[in-house]
């Protein structure tokens, strides 16, 4: 089993910047394909960013297209998310997830393991 814990959300003024952890536990994740999604109240859950298992590919939600940045750590089992240039509407609980069949997926039905997720709050 995997266990992720998420951290690093909080209040950050539009304009700022956050970085979110994942660390993992339970097993290693380096050859796991690992993606962070993102829930608003009200609203689906979606893909935010995914970076496959050697962390060589990444991919980005159109809305967050340059402005975040994902990457790992495989030494300390640990996924990033770099957030910058914020926007009120990337107000969500955001969430890592992995994926142990390594293919990665924007669809959430492909990931095994989930965090509890991180509340980030952008304010205007």
């Known amino acids: 089993q995997v266990q992720l814990v998420e951290s690093g959300g909080g209040l950050v003024q539009a304009g700022g910047s956050l970085r979110l952890s994942c660390a993992a536990s339970?097993?290693?994740?380096?050859?796991?394909?690992m993606a962070w999604f993102r829930q608003a109240p009200g609203k689906e859950r979606e893909f935010v960013g995914g970076?496959?298992?050697?962390?060589?590919?990444?991919d980005y939600a159109n809305s967050v297209k340059g402005r975040f940045t994902i990457s790992r750590d495989n030494a300390k089992n640990t996924v990033y998310l770099q957030m910058n240039s914020l926007k009120p509407e990337d107000t969500a609980v955001y969430s890592c997830?992995?994926?142990?069949?390594?293919?990665?997926?924007?669809?959430?039905?492909?990931?095994?393991?989930w965090g509890q997720g991180t509340q980030v709050t952008v304010s205007s």
């Open positions: 997830a992995a994926d142990s069949t390594r293919l990665g997926s924007r669809q959430s039905s492909q990931y095994d393991y």
């Open positions: 339970g097993r290693t994740v380096s050859n796991y394909a």
């Open positions: 970076i496959s298992w050697s962390g060589g590919n990444t």
